[in-house]
């Protein structure tokens, strides 16, 4: 039993050239994006709940802060953004989870693709919608007494993006290790939301809590990202906080991504 | 005969000892039990068996998805474990799932899908706007995926299977779970691509009809082997012969013809115990001679029918099961398709 398909080097194929992974990437985030630019007010959703705590937190923080309204707001609106990135990408594999069970990722996987471009194209899809979300969020506050360091704000939404290009990449590695279990895929995310949130000090200060708490704020990449914006909305670029949030993003990005390549390899 | 045509030609998908067990949970499943296979160029064959044959791990290991267990495979020309990223470049798969991602519009997938593929910008939209017209989908070419009918979906996924025409098409259930009005519709939508491109296509199925309308090579595949490969008609031919169905006045008449003729009686009580069926090669010209030799032995026949068989017949007379009572319960789509494993 002889193989030979000449007409599989030639004829039929010919106008499929070999895919490089920048090329693989670019598709991969082309496609992704699709549904944002055709209905742009789809990235409100997930900001729905950091303006919920903006808007409900922000004037008991005030009011606890003895009505300093520009002060707390310094304090509290960088916390937010880090929010926006939290929010934004942990749920981002859901999208993934779905389509795993439809028969979407499926396709991809048998499309001649890199397999790192699937999981590095998706990820970085993460960065649109997190500055836009970062941007609405300190316009909203600037009416109410936010001054904001637009220099500051720029450098601190790219190392926001940098993290959120990692922590998508986590979630994107929890949807493909959760397969068609999407409890497990939302339990996991809802376990860790929350105290990942609380113990950065995003919405209230750790300074007063249990020697615990301060142990797991430091090992909490989130508290070294709120450091950052913090000193960096304030337009203090020589803090060295702000080092730290990049190290803390440049870290989580790296980490997201080489476990993401790994379960996406996996996959196939 | 076309397992012999096939050596003639170039070779689509060869296969040997194909292979594919799964451990989960201390079980074992052995979904595919050393498979041989042989495709030619140009075949339209049609993999036949009932819910967990194994017709899907069949299809994944060819198109790279799952790796074997034991057993080579090469596909289009390339070896499916050595150069897997050659056989995805040259072939088309649509999943048993839906493909499309559902808050996509149907005409940016398409040209996702090209981007896939490496095909450039002008050529994607070219190539879009043809399949979009090809498989009407111009209506709802601006919809999302989401919003689409089942019919419309399975449409857009073949689309998506052809953006970069490829030599070999893999459709797997192509029409479960879809109205009769649109399973006809995408058979003619199959029927056409074929003619007009020649393309080798490879479809699973657990319709008998769908194998019989659509395939002139039919591979019957039950717990994870081949166990019959011809074409539809030889099969109904070799395996079953014709269905004479006789029915009498009275059970006794039935089973005095039964025993005469070499012949099965329906039942054991009421309206079927009074009706036999004899299988029997040219049951067209079996019929008036039963009847003559009845007569000539005093039973009075009082209606009489021949039928041609069916590919549910022969999977009967493979198996001893009908594959109609298997179909009926067959997983709605969606819910068949497994998780991709490691
Ligand atoms: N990923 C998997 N893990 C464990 N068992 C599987 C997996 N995929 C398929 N099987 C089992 O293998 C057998 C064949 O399945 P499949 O190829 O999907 O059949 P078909 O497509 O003919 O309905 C079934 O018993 C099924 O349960
Ligand atoms: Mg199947």
Same mark, same amino acid.
């Given at each position: ?15 499929? +050239? ?64 880090? &929010? ?36 590095? %194209? ?22 109410? %007494? ?37 409890? &497990? ?15 950065? @000090? ?11 708490? !301060? ?19 304030? %337009? ?33 | ?51 967990? $044959? %194994? !017709? ?25 474990? +050595? ?69 419309? !979906? ?81 099969? !109904? ?5 014709? +269905? ?6 009275? $059970? ?14 329906? @039942? ?55 594959? +109609? ?10 819910? $068949? ?6």
């Amino acid at each position: 039993m002889t193989t030979t398909a000449p007409a599989a080097s030639a004829g039929t194929t010919a106008g499929t +050239r070999p895919t490089g992974f920048v090329r693989d990437t670019a598709a991969v985030f082309v496609r992704e994006s699709k549904p944002l630019v055709r209905d742009p007010f789809s990235v409100m959703f997930s900001l729905v709940q950091p303006l919920v705590f903006l808007g409900l937190f922000g004037p008991l923080l005030i009011g606890a802060a003895g009505g300093d309204v520009a002060g707390t707001l310094q304090w509290f609106v960088p916390g937010i953004l880090v &929010m926006v990135a939290l929010f934004g990408t942990a749920s981002t594999g859901a999208n993934l989870l779905f389509e795993m069970q439809t028969g979407s990722h499926e396709r991809t996987l048998v499309a001649p693709l890199s397999r790192s471009a699937l999981l590095v %194209g998706r990820a970085l899809k993460e960065v649109v919608p997190l500055v836009i979300q970062g941007t609405i969020v300190v316009v909203v506050a600037v009416p109410f %007494g936010f001054a904001v360091d637009v220099a500051g704000l720029a450098v601190g939404l790219v190392i926001l993006a940098v993290f959120g290009i990692g922590f998508g990449a986590l979630s994107y590695t929890l949807a493909l290790s959760c397969r068609n279990r999407d409890w &497990m895929f939302w339990m996991v995310h809802q376990t860790l939301l929350f105290p990942l949130m609380i113990l950065s @000090g995003m919405l209230l200060p750790l300074d007063d809590g249990p020697d615990w708490m !301060k142990v797991a704020a430091a090992v909490n990449p989130l508290s070294y990202l709120v450091g950052a914006e913090r000193a960096l909305l304030a %337009g203090d670029f020589g803090d060295p906080a702000v080092v730290g949030g990049a190290i803390a993003a440049i870290v989580t990005c790296a980490i997201g991504v080489v476990v993401g390549v790994r379960a996406m390899r996996r996959a196939s | 005969m076309p397992r012999e045509a096939g050596l003639m030609t170039n070779q689509m998908i060869t296969a040997q000892g194909l292979t594919k067990t799964f451990r989960s949970k201390g079980q074992t499943v052995e979904a595919v039990r050393s498979l041989d296979l042989a495709v030619g160029e140009g075949e339209l064959v049609a993999f036949l068996g009932p819910n967990g $044959a %194994g !017709k899907s791990t069949t299809l994944r290991m060819l198109t790279t998805l799952l790796p074997p267990t034991s057993g080579d495979a090469v596909v289009a020309g390339c070896d499916v474990r +050595r150069d897997p990223a050659g056989v995805r470049r040259r072939i088309g798969y649509v999943g048993q799932g839906s493909s499309g991602g559902h808050t996509q519009r149907v005409r940016d997938e398409l040209h996702a899908q090209g981007a896939f593929y490496g095909l450039g910008r002008r050529e994607t939209r070219t190539r879009a706007a043809e399949l979009i017209e090809s498989l009407e989908l111009g209506q709802v070419a601006n919809r999302t995926v989401q919003s689409l009918s089942g019919g419309q !979906k399975r449409r857009l996924d073949i689309a998506l299977g052809l953006i970069h025409r490829p030599e070999l098409l893999f459709l797997d259930e192509p029409s479960t779970g879809l109205d009769p009005h649109s399973r006809a519709n995408l058979w003619q939508h199959i029927v056409e691509l074929r003619r007009a491109t020649g393309t080798t296509i490879f479809l699973t199925t657990h319709y008998l009809d769908e194998a019989d309308r659509l395939a002139e090579r039919v591979m019957v595949m039950d717990h994870g082997s081949v166990i019959a490969d011809d074409t539809a008609w030889a099969l !109904k031919e070799s395996l079953a012969g014709d +269905r004479v169905t006789l029915t009498f006045e009275s $059970a006794t008449d039935a089973s005095a013809a039964a025993a005469r003729l070499g012949g099965e009686i329906d @039942g054991a009580d009421g309206a079927s115990a009074r009706v036999v069926t004899v299988t029997a090669p040219g049951g067209d010209r079996a019929l008036p001679r039963y009847i003559r030799e009845l007569a000539d032995a005093g039973i009075d026949v009082a209606a009489a029918t021949h039928r041609q068989p069916t590919l549910d017949d022969v999977f009967l007379a493979l198996t001893g099961r009908s594959l +109609r009572d298997e179909a009926a319960h067959a997983a709605p789509i969606g819910e $068949a398709s497994e998780p991709v494993a490691a």
